[in-house]
């Protein structure tokens, strides 16, 4: 067999290298050139290269350590440099848009959370344009360089062409989201399913943190599920996201905004388990929030109880699934109702117990994410995650 190795292979290793490189200096810096070389599996020369390359960049910056080198002088290590660098970060909610600016580090510079509604594609568009140019005229003084925008929302999305597909709450069709802002504004721009996102900002810094293969269950008003396998996100750099959520399980149920019947989302989504709740406790619906009937549900509640368990068994069974194709080590639950995770996971758990390979099931524990359904940390892991790929380093790297 003959090695035939194409130039777009040596630009994606180097990428892949640039990437894994930038990865080890921002979770081990200061380090120094050598450990970076072992923990990396590069060659030293190799090490020189990029790291220039980092350093004329001003991605890396040079700093002694006290870590005591040669002869007694302080080593030499490197460390990310993310002065002056900044992103946008964006999340699109129902009714509710929330722009933050980010250091390239991913702390919070400024934040700020304004209502949002919008009918139609031209306006959507024209909305989130009012949005960003707010943000930007109120918040002058904080910018500096901007590097990127990412944006989340929960939606049926293509991320790698930035599209919109359709959305649960906007009347959107195929709207290229991605195409018009960077048209708009020439900066790279990243558009991920909120979850998918999620799952990525626990990975790196949350519950998943040093797990190989995860899967993450969201039950929201959204319902959905991130995985993890080998270390990768399924999907990543993929035309489409893991949609638990429209998985049928009511032949006979309502109609959901993607078209089919009786989706899981249709079923266990917050808001039916609310509206299940109000008609049978005929309590009046603006006193009945999801705080309230978890403190039911806290108080001894056995209607409670009911719709809660019933709704585990039914996540339980995909779940299950799920577990005998990903064999994860974990499973992340990010939920409302993980203040009664005393009455939801052992009904999720059961299932699992009684539906998957016991060799799989047995090993996998079920845990809270570290973060909550808000805030535009999602966002700022797609752009970690862009860097850690080496795909938004060379973007930066070429100015
Ligand atoms: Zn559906």
């Known amino acids: 067999m003959s090695v035939d190795v194409q130039p777009s292979h040596i630009d994606q290793i180097r990428q892949t290298n640039i990437g894994l490189v930038y990865r080890l200096i921002d979770q081990y810096g200061p380090i120094s050139r050598i450990a970076l070389s072992k923990k990396a599996q590069l060659a030293p020369a190799s090490i020189t290269k990029i790291t220039r390359e980092l350093i004329d960049a001003h991605l890396v910056k040079e700093t002694e350590f006290p870590d005591l080198g040669f002869r007694g002088r302080p080593a030499v290590g490197l460390k990310v440099d993310s002065k002056g660098w900044q992103f946008l970060c964006i999340r699109i909610d129902e009714g509710r848009i929330v722009i933050g600016l980010r250091d390239l580090s991913g702390n919070l510079v400024v934040e700020k959370q304004s209502a949002f509604s919008v009918s139609l594609n031209y306006s959507f568009l024209d909305c989130i344009v009012n949005e960003i140019d707010n943000f ?112 049928q399980i009511e032949p006979n149920g309502e109609h959901c905004y993607c078209g089919n019947i009786g989706c899981l989302e249709t079923v266990v989504g917050i808001k039916k388990i609310l509206y299940k709740f109000h008609s049978q406790t005929e309590k009046q619906s603006d006193a009945l929030t999801i705080d309230s009937l978890c403190q039911a549900a806290i108080d001894g509640d056995p209607r409670v109880t009911e719709i809660i368990c019933d709704a585990g068994e039914r996540i339980g069974r995909i779940m299950a699934i799920m577990v005998n194709i990903f064999n994860p080590e974990r499973i992340l639950i990010g939920s409302p109702l993980n203040s009664v995770k005393h009455i939801l996971y052992p009904a999720i758990q059961q299932q699992i117990v009684q ?45």
């Open 355 to 399: 539906r998957s390979l016991p060799g799989y099931s047995q090993q996998v524990d079920i845990v809270a994410t570290q973060f909550d359904n808000t805030g535009t940390l999602p966002a700022a892991a797609l752009i970690k995650q862009a860097l850690y790929n080496g795909e938004l380093l060379l973007e930066l790297m070429q100015g």
């Open 136 to 247: 930007f005229l109120c918040h002058q003084s904080a910018l500096e360089r901007l590097t990127a925008i990412s944006i989340t929302i929960n939606a049926i999305v293509d991320p790698v062409n930035g599209v919109i597909h359709s959305s649960p709450y906007y009347d959107i069709h195929d709207l290229p989201l991605g195409k018009f802002l960077h048209q708009r504004t020439g900066l790279p721009i990243f558009l991920q399913h909120g979850i998918a996102a999620w799952t990525i900002a626990e990975s790196l810094y949350g519950a998943g943190k040093n797990y190989q293969n995860l899967i993450q269950i969201v039950i929201d008003d959204n319902v959905g599920a991130g995985i993890m396998t080998a270390g990768q996100m399924l999907h990543a750099g993929n035309h489409s996201v893991v949609e638990i959520g429209h998985i």
